[in-house]
């Protein structure tokens, strides 16, 4: 078997890896668990544990489903068992919780308010005043079954009606007078437009640039700002209709003035899209797009919450009922798997931040609020297991090779041990694993078998520091 050059440069397994999943599964071909792809001015690829979690505050009582967060006026604010917190203090009670996850905004004036609503009520907030009733109780004008999102602009806030009674109507977008939305009077019964491009249903209500954007079931709208003196101020902005809607309100996320949500339309599966300065990309590939091919979009089947640290972005997406949880690194343009120990979904509803920037989590289900960051390498003290499997190599050729020597090119963390475990069968079954010492000068492993084309899959299972910058193979090479 004649002896790869000895001088020649080892080749190296190629670690920018995204999901290569063959079908709706994500038990076979490559991937990442639990941590991300950094590549730097050099183009040395590193990979990262995922950021942890570690407690924040837990508001008092006993656990429930965590139903938002929002930093606001220099506090963060949660909503859990139908109570509203500033900063762990109830401020007030009574609030819907059959909606789900709250979205929030705020007004100005003369007495600064913060407006929060799920879809089924919706209210303003003053640490003066307090909580206000619901806000249709008080507008009859108001609409009483809207979807999720707000829009503030120039002032006003908006809100988007999809039901009147029992029947669905097009999106009707309502507006409130001028940083007021809880006195009678504020919502006028001629302060609305109709998004009718499309005879389909609103979804989300969201705001970009200087545009109110309707999200609709399968298409999308924008609306500006014409200064109408009577009825609605907003005009429809003809030539930025988009064939593409959402199929879930609770996938909707703004990131740095950019939207992202889980889209459908008439012709296509499930994907993921970006829209920046009124403009559409899809950002799922082919491979994320066969995971959502029958993905449960029901109402509180989905989370989706946002992380941006350490010079990354990401947008995160939770699929319960299908124990899935993804995350998109919008800096690197690249998809990753997050698990909890267990390796089910992480059970996050929303993400913000408080007074000092730090990133606050809460809990899906307990409404514990959590700190997110790359400083903790546990979450609240559960060790986060990284896993990375290796697309399939076999160096260019089907000849035999013989693996006699494995370099690990690594941060030294005494103590630290990863598992390397090889599967020769495409993924069907993996040998036992063997230790690298990631704490010595020079981690390698000898004697690594004979294989044609092989994948590999390297685990850790600690609560240390962790980076992985390549994998050199030193092997000979068949005549057969």
Not at 335 to 363: F, K, M, N, V
Not at 390 to 409: A, E, H, I, Y
Not at 449 to 455: H, I, L, N, P, Q
């Amino acid at each position: 078997m004649p002896q790869q050059p000895s001088m020649g440069m080892p080749p190296r397994i190629p670690f920018i890896i995204s999901p290569e999943n063959r079908d709706k599964s994500t038990n076979k071909d490559a991937r990442l668990v639990n941590c991300y792809v950094e590549i730097d001015a050099d183009k040395n690829v590193h990979l990262f544990r995922r950021p942890g979690m570690q407690q924040w505050g837990v508001p008092p009582g006993t656990a429930a489903a965590g139903n938002g967060c929002y930093w606001w006026n220099g506090a963060v604010y949660s909503v859990f068992a139908g109570s509203l917190y500033k900063d762990l203090s109830v401020v007030a009670t009574g609030l819907d919780t059959t909606g789900g996850v709250y979205s929030f905004n705020s007004i100005m004036g003369a007495i600064p308010k913060l407006v929060l609503q799920n879809g089924n009520q919706g209210y303003a907030y003053e640490d003066v005043g307090g909580l206000s009733a619901t806000l249709h109780s008080i507008n009859t004008e108001y609409p009483e079954f809207t979807v999720k999102g707000l829009a503030y602009l120039n002032g006003a806030t908006y809100v988007m009606q999809h039901f009147f009674g029992t029947s669905v109507t097009p999106a009707v977008i309502w507006g409130s007078a001028i940083n007021s939305v809880s006195v009678a009077g504020d919502w006028d019964p001629l302060d609305f437009i109709t998004a009718q491009m499309e005879p389909d249903s609103g979804v989300y209500l969201a705001k970009q640039l200087v545009y109110v954007v309707a999200i609709k079931e399968w298409s999308t709208e924008f609306f500006y700002d014409a200064g109408n003196a009577t009825g609605s101020p907003l005009a429809p902005a003809m030539n930025l209709k988009l064939s593409y809607g959402c199929g879930s309100q609770d996938s909707v996320q703004l990131i740095n003035d950019v939207l992202f949500w889980v889209s459908t339309n008439r012709s296509a599966s499930n994907q993921v899209v970006m829209v920046e300065k009124a403009q559409l990309q899809i950002i799922s590939t082919p491979e994320i797009d066969r995971l959502l091919r029958d993905i449960d979009l029901t109402v509180g089947n989905v989370a989706s919450w946002q992380i941006k640290i350490d010079g990354h972005s990401f947008y995160v997406i939770t699929f319960k009922s299908n124990n899935l949880t993804l995350a998109y690194d919008i800096s690197q343009n690249r998809w990753e798997q997050w698990t909890t120990s267990t390796g089910g979904y992480l059970p996050i509803s929303c993400s913000t931040r408080d007074s000092a920037g730090h990133i606050i989590l809460q809990h899906m289900t307990t409404g514990q609020l959590l700190y997110g960051s790359t400083d903790y390498f546990t979450d609240n003290g559960t060790v986060i297991p990284v896993s990375v499997t290796t697309p399939r190599w076999d160096g260019n050729t089907s000849r035999k090779k013989q693996l006699s020597r494995m370099n690990f090119v690594t941060d030294i963390v005494p103590g630290s041990l990863m598992q390397v475990q090889t599967s020769d069968d495409d993924y069907q079954t993996w040998s036992q694993p063997r230790i690298v010492d990631l704490g010595t000068a020079y981690p390698n492993l000898i004697n690594c078998g004979t294989f044609r084309r092989r994948a590999w899959k390297f685990t850790v299972v600690n609560n240390l520091t962790w980076r992985l910058e390549a994998a050199e193979l030193q092997f000979d090479l068949g005549t057969l």
